[in-house]
């Protein structure tokens, strides 16, 4: 089972420079998210997706940009990389809306670090 | 304005003792918490969720206590394990704010269990 997929787990940009992060999932998940892991600070919400072709806004949106053309991807852009946003991105799924039932929980992908110098 | 917080950043426990991992949260509207476990290099797993309909929910070696009135919750791992070893995040969401769940992580709190 592969889960929630991200590529690449590395990565060192220049300032100024775009990257895309890539989330797959193969659980046919509705729901789709991505966070960013600060050292010493929780996860913060970059954007959110609820299917295909809906995307919105979460706690940390600037600089950043989604889209979701298919229920399995959820690509994160990063157009102008700024130091900023050094940080690790973490890609989530999950099948319905958190608090819909006790059993809802949001499944983690392995996480992509990413530097800019 | 952090709406969760882990006010300890790190714990040490013998083995085979309780750990206990405390959240405080500040926002009344939340009405879903979880617990997520994360390694080094790895995305967060999840391990426990509560209800705020709910006061304690069990699961094998951890329990979850939810305190409404004082707006805290905490974690019991009994016995404690080697492998316990981890950062542990507590997160709330309000379902009442909506089908988007966001959910709002505290900072963490990294578990060590010596053996």
């Known amino acids: 089972n592969a889960g929630v997929t991200q590529t690449p787990k590395f990565r060192i940009l220049k300032i100024g420079q775009s990257m895309t992060l890539q989330c797959a999932q193969d659980?046919?998940?509705?729901?789709m998210y991505w966070y960013r892991q600060d050292p010493g600070m929780g996860l913060k919400l970059i954007y959110y997706?609820?299917?295909?072709?809906?995307?919105d806004k979460g706690e940390v949106p600037n600089g950043y940009n989604v889209s979701r053309s298919t229920t399995e991807d959820f690509p994160l852009r990063l157009e102008l990389a700024a130091p900023s946003q050094t940080s690790v991105y973490f890609c989530?799924?999950?099948?319905?809306?958190?608090?819909?039932?006790?059993?809802?929980?949001?499944?983690f992908g392995s996480g992509t670090q990413l530097s800019v110098l | 304005d952090q709406q969760v917080k882990q006010n300890s950043p790190s714990l040490s426990v013998q083995e085979g003792r309780i750990s206990i991992l405390n959240c405080d949260y500040t926002n009344s509207m939340f009405d879903y918490f979880l617990w997520y476990k994360k390694y080094p290099a790895e995305g967060p797993t999840f391990l426990i969720s509560?209800?705020?309909?709910?006061d304690k929910n069990e699961d094998g070696r951890f329990t979850v206590f939810l305190n409404k009135s004082a707006k805290h919750l905490s974690l019991h791992i009994v016995p404690s394990q080697p492998g316990d070893s981890a950062v542990y995040f507590c997160?709330?969401?309000?379902?009442?704010?909506?089908?988007?769940?966001?959910?709002?992580f505290g900072t963490g709190t990294l578990l060590a269990v010596q053996p």
């Open positions: 989530a799924s999950s099948y319905r809306s958190l608090g819909r039932s006790t059993n809802e929980k949001l499944f």
């Open positions: 997706s609820v299917g295909a072709g809906i995307t």
């Open positions: 659980m046919n998940h509705n729901y």
């Open positions: 997160a709330a969401s309000s379902f009442r704010g909506g089908a988007t769940n966001k959910l709002i």
């Open positions: 509560i209800s705020s309909i709910k």
